[in-house]
Antibody, heavy 118, light 108 residues
C-alpha cells in the first residue's frame, strides 16, 4: 500500500537549515508529485511546495527564497530543505502525495515536529 | 492570492444533528477539496472535486458548491465526526494550493 515515511531532526537552531527526507513506497516518484505542508502549533495548514513526477518544482511565493525540494527516484526519496529558520517556523512538517485522478493530497506522511530553538 | 475563509471557526453539534460548514473563496474556483484532521494525526482527504467522497468516507457526508461558495454537510452527526475540517483549492499560473483556516467540529 501507499506509504510516506518522514525522517528528520526535531530541533533546529535559529538561523540554521532544516532537512527532512520523505521515503515513499507503494508507488513511483516518476508517476506522482509529492507536496510539503506545514502546521504551526494550534494553527491551520500551509502549503509549502511540490516536486512533480518529472522533477520540476513549484513553491509557495512566501518561501521561494529559502526553500528547496529535490528527489532521488531510484531511492524513492524526496528531500525537503528550508534555510534560515526562525522561531515562527516551529511546526509539524508533512509530505503528501498527489491524489492522481482525484487530485488533492490523497496520502500523507506521519509528520515531523520541528522546534526552532537555541 | 486566493484566500479561503471557513465558517464557523468552531461549532458543536448533538449526535444525530445535521451539520453544515462553509468555505468561501476570495476568487472563484472550479472545485474544492476537504480534509478531516483529528488530534495528533495527519489530515485525510475527505472530499474531492467538490462533491466526491474519498474512499472510506461515510455516506452521511456530502459536499456542494460552485464559484466562491462551498460547503460540507453531515446529514446526521456521529461521535467519530468530531474533528477539524479544512477546505483547499488549487490555482494555476503559478501552481498554488491554499487551505482555509479550518472548522473545528465538537460534540455538544
Amino acid at each position: 500500500q501507499v506509504q510516506l515515511k518522514q525522517s528528520g531532526p526535531g530541533l533546529v537552531q535559529p538561523s540554521q537549515s532544516l532537512s527532512i527526507t520523505c521515503t515513499v513506497s507503494g508507488f513511483s516518484l516518476t508517476s506522482y508529485g509529492v507536496h510539503w505542508v506545514r502546521q504551526s502549533p494550534g494553527k491551520g495548514l500551509e502549503w509549502l511546495g511540490v516536486i512533480w513526477s518529472g522533477g520540476s518544482t513549484d513553491y509557495n511565493a512566501a518561501f521561494i527564497s529559502r526553500l528547496s525540494i529535490s528527489k532521488d527516484n531510484s531511492k524513492s526519496q524526496v528531500f525537503f530543505k528550508m534555510n534560515s529558520l526562525q522561531a515562527n517556523d516551529t511546526a509539524i512538517y508533512y509530505c503528501a502525495r498527489n491524489g492522481g485522478t482525484r487530485g488533492g493530497f490523497a496520502y500523507w506522511g506521519q509528520g515531523t515536529l520541528v522546534t526552532v530553538s537555541a | 492570492e486566493n484566500v479561503l475563509t471557513q465558517s464557523p471557526a468552531i461549532m458543536s453539534a448533538s449526535l444525530g444533528e445535521k451539520v453544515t460548514m462553509s468555505c468561501r473563496a476570495s476568487s472563484s474556483v472550479n472545485y474544492m477539496y476537504w480534509y478531516q484532521q483529528k488530534s495528533d494525526a495527519s489530515p485525510k482527504l475527505w472530499i474531492y472535486y467538490t462533491s466526491n467522497l474519498a474512499p472510506g468516507v461515510p455516506a452521511r457526508f456530502s459536499g456542494s458548491g460552485s464559484g466562491n461558495s462551498y460547503s460540507l454537510t453531515i446529514s446526521s452527526m456521529e461521535g467519530e465526526d468530531a474533528a477539524t475540517y479544512y477546505c483547499q483549492q488549487f490555482t494555476s499560473s503559478p501552481s498554488t494550493w491554499t487551505f482555509g483556516g479550518g472548522t473545528k467540529l465538537e460534540i455538544k
